[in-house]
């Protein structure tokens, strides 16, 4: 008698497994019992051997940083021609806004309009970047941020990226839910440059990698996305210049 009992709640039990798995088979489900075992990990640094460590974690000091000479070097290997790309793998003392800035002053590039878009920067970053705006490098510049920056940073960096770069109603910041590290730019002679990878404009403190290309397909699909994102999620509003102002008048009032 108790063996059937047995049997009967066995029987309910894969009954309401089944209810809750839905129709996935006929099949049963075993009774599953693993032993683990125990993972004992040793700091890094330990000589004894072991399958299993923790990271090694390297701690930058102030004095480790080496924030704009790095750029320089790195922007004088670069040749701005047709066709070009590199790729690089930068330390975690790189600074990646200050290699835009040592890019543009060191071959003398200038553009009409610079797209940005960043995870986070710093107030360094807003100073390189006004500074290629007041020199004449960069006459429009468009900065895409994070909502995470934003929200991080709204009482503090906000104000002063405004402050900074909002020079001549030549700058607009968007602000949206974005991941992306890009820069793209065309410069007066006609080269369309991209760079992206997985730098933000300040230094992490770890490896970074990132990619500058000469590619005007690149370019061109990058100018429409970062374009819409800029058009709905702008914080600054322009006014509308005369000869976009009467397109827009016409089209509502006679051609609707």
Known sequence: MAREQNIFEEEERQEGMQDILGDIGNFDIPDID??????????????????YTLPHLIHYNE?????????????????????????????????????????????????????????????ENVDSLRTLMEKGYVEELNLI??????????????????????????????????????VHFETN???????????NLRSSGS???????????LYNFYEEQFSKILDKYATIKKPIRNSKAWDIFTKKYFKD
């Open 207 to 217: 490896i970074e990698q990132f990619t500058i290309e000469e590619n005007p397909r």
């Open 34 to 51: 693993i032993d683990l075992p125990k993972l004992d990990f040793l700091p890094s640094d330990e000589t004894e051997e072991t399958r």
């Open 145 to 182: 941020i994070s909502v995470y920056f934003w929200g991080h940073e709204r009482h503090a960096m906000l104000p002063y990226i405004y402050e900074q770069l909002d020079i001549d109603n030549r700058f607009q910041l968007a602000v949206a839910g974005m991941h992306t590290k890009t």
């Open 63 to 123: 004095e480790d940083f080496v924030l704009y000479e790095n750029a320089v070097k790195l922007a004088k290997e670069l040749k701005v021609k047709e066709g070009m790309r590199a790729d690089a793998f930068i330390a975690g003392s790189f600074i990646f806004g200050d290699f835009i800035e040592a890019f543009m002053t060191t071959h003398n590039v200038g553009t009409k309009k610079m797209t940005i878009s960043t995870l986070s920067m710093s107030e």
């Open 189 to 199: 002679g006609g080269k369309k440059i991209v760079m992206h990878g997985s730098a």
